[in-house]
């Protein structure tokens, strides 16, 4: 018996599975057709992380490393909303947040980029979205950092998310880019998304939200799934 394909998303908008110029993408890159396995029972009515997972200052990336003073950097605060694919917010969602210091330095210990790490700053964080579907977050602007993926390869600005929506089946991994960034032109990654997808991995400045004396604020909304999904990592 022949096995269903998968539901084709939108390739307007999500990365394709190979793209040379990204090479990672090379080697993981499926191929052979994808199969379908049916979501089981557990997977969809299964607990998810909620609110007991959520600490108070994990909303903060600017405090929440428990050190005693202040990351370096740009401050600034994200919001949004989660929706699903008909455009209804997504309660009690948790967002999970990684992403550089504003040096470019991941807290990790294959990060070997020659530049400071922050002991006032861990880069990561979480947070739940409300009733509503809305969150928001306070950190650090990201700095650019280098990569191999070849010569004098350089990543965007930007902060990577996980997603769990009502179910594990609706997890999305994806990154934000940040406008007027002049690394996107050259980033295989961003630039292997259709011209539609990266415009909506690109947040937007928001002066109502951008805080007087503190913090510059961006607006990202994320869509788990559906042909207007955001963007995904798919493997
Ligand atoms: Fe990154």
Redesign the pocket.
Known sequence: MSQPTIPLFDREVQPPYLAPGYKSTVLRAPTQPLVVIPHSLSERTGPVFGAANVGPLDHDLTKNSMKNGEPLGERIVVHGRVLDETGRPVPHTLIEI???NAAGR?VHKVDQHDAPLDPNFLGTGRVLTDAEGRYKFYTIK?GA?P?SNHYNAW?PN???FSLFGPNITTRLVT?MYFPGDPLLDHDPVFLSLPPKGRSLLICRFDMAVTEPHFALGYQFDFVLRGSGSTPFETV
Do not use: G, S
């Open positions: 990684w992403q550089a991941y990201p950092y990569w990543r930007h902060i990577h990154q």
